[in-house]
């Protein structure tokens, strides 16, 4: 636990510096262009590269050392954030230059990710998967809390330079933290030892896995639409609450914030209690609190209801994300978690990209001259949106919203699903039976 808990502090500060970067990123995107599809881009080039390289990725985490690999990712992201500040420094920063740089580090995170991910069940025992995946969502979360509220305020003292280079601070601490101790490699075996020749085999190991476990696939499939449906209202939040307040960054900010607060208690939930008996209706009810926290937040048109909806909503993701990692690090085994994992990430990765990719333009150009005062939309949706700018946006994310209920409602039709515990036995249980293709 000690391991973890130096990894996880310096991944920790890492986030916060990114977080305070992209927050910052978004303000000035939203200033230079007031376009929902400029900022909605950046999820794409950021994810498209991921969706290509997350099956080699999955290759080279089971293979090579994952110490490292955490190491050059987070090396790559501090280099990238040098670039983009002499390029702001010396003002020849444009919009395809950010684009460019997320890209880059998209590539580098995922193979990142996919180690650090993988690297739990070699230092944990499977009965605190679920708490120290929770501490992964406490990263996440404590840093929406600090990372906006620091950003807000120095953004207009320090600008975007100063905020760079505590980004690039915090890529330091993080590489120094992994550096300085010991994480235990999968021991390797006939699974992941076979000839680097046969590329093909190896990328698509995943895939094959997963396909022939009807209890993964419809995992899988859940994983797919709920990201689709979640990313979708994702990727016009942050313009729809400038549109709606005004450019109100403070507001966004204290958002974000009530959204950390939220996570935060979900997780001190998550470690007090331990969860769910049954995980899958921690992932299941999990999604169900994240549709109707988002579907009041959408209907409203105020901070005093968007903040407890935020908070509300927020309390959710990581009983629903802790348990869902629980499943997977207990069914896989470790030694072909790399490719397994790697195939789940393209499948949220071409979710998330899909729903980024679809919902800039509908917002620009349907839904928000639909939802203006003399547009096609405003005399049947006015009366519960509102109209002007920012309601159309408002339409959307409703729509996305709701379909996160309906998913998690919908999860307990399906008995491959609902019962994917008892009919998937636990990788320490059936590792004799495990066949490295089928």
């Known amino acids: 636990m000690r391991i973890f808990i130096i990894i996880w502090l310096g991944q920790t500060v890492s986030i916060i510096g990114s977080g305070m970067t992209g927050f910052a990123f978004t303000i000035w995107v939203w200033e230079l262009t007031h376009q929902v599809t400029a900022i909605a881009l950046f999820g794409l080039f950021a994810q498209l590269p991921q969706v290509l390289i997350a099956p080699i990725a999955g290759f080279i985490v089971d293979r090579w050392n994952r110490k490292y690999l955490m190491v050059v990712g ?30 880059i580090q998209g590539i580098f995170e995922v193979i990142q990710e996919l180690a650090y991910s993988t690297s739990i069940s070699t230092m944990m025992p499977k009965q605190h998967y679920s708490r120290v995946s929770s501490l992964r969502f406490l990263s996440d979360y404590g840093s929406s809390i600090i990372a906006p509220t620091l950003a807000g305020i120095l953004y207009s003292v320090i600008g975007l330079v100063g905020i760079l280079i505590i980004d690039i601070v915090s890529f330091v601490f993080a590489v120094t933290t992994v550096l300085g101790v010991h994480i235990p490699q999968p021991s390797m075996t006939t699974v992941n030892t076979q000839s680097f020749t046969n590329w093909k085999q190896e990328i698509y190991f995943g895939w094959h896995y997963i396909a022939v476990r009807p209890s993964l696939l419809a995992m899988l499939v859940l994983a797919f639409v709920f990201t689709f449906a979640h990313d979708f209202g994702l990727s016009i939040y942050s313009p729809m609450v400038l549109a709606l307040t005004g450019n109100d960054a403070k507001v966004l900010g204290t958002l974000a914030s009530a959204a950390g607060i939220g996570g935060i208690v979900g997780v001190l939930l998550i470690n007090s209690w331990g969860g769910f008996k049954r995980r899958i209706d921690g992932v299941l009810l999990g999604m169900i609190g994240v549709g109707l926290g988002k579907i009041i937040f959408s209907l409203a048109k105020t901070p005093l209801i968007w903040i407890p909806a935020q908070f509300c909503s927020s309390v959710n993701f990581p009983i629903l994300g802790s348990s869902c990692d629980a499943i997977w690090l207990t069914k896989v085994n470790p030694q072909i978690q790399g490719r397994v994992f790697a195939t789940l990430k393209v499948v949220t990765l071409i979710a998330s990209t899909v729903a980024y990719l679809i919902a800039g333009p509908l917002a620009d150009y349907i839904f928000e001259p639909a939802m203006m005062p003399d547009g096609s939309l405003a005399p049947i949706l006015g009366w519960i949106f509102g109209t002007g700018k920012g309601s159309g946006m408002a339409v959307l994310y409703f729509i996305s919203s709701l379909g996160m209920l309906f998913i998690g409602l919908s999860g307990y039709a399906f008995r491959t699903l609902r019962n994917v515990e008892t009919i998937l036995p636990d990788h320490d249980a059936n590792t004799a039976n495990v066949k490295p293709y089928v």
């Not at 987070?74 to 444009?94: F, N, P």
Request: glycine content about 4%.
């Open 74 to 103: 987070d090396t790559v992201s501090g280099v990238v954030a040098i670039a983009v500040l002499l390029l702001y420094s010396t003002t020849h920063l444009q919009l395809w230059h950010l684009y460019l740089a997320v890209a």
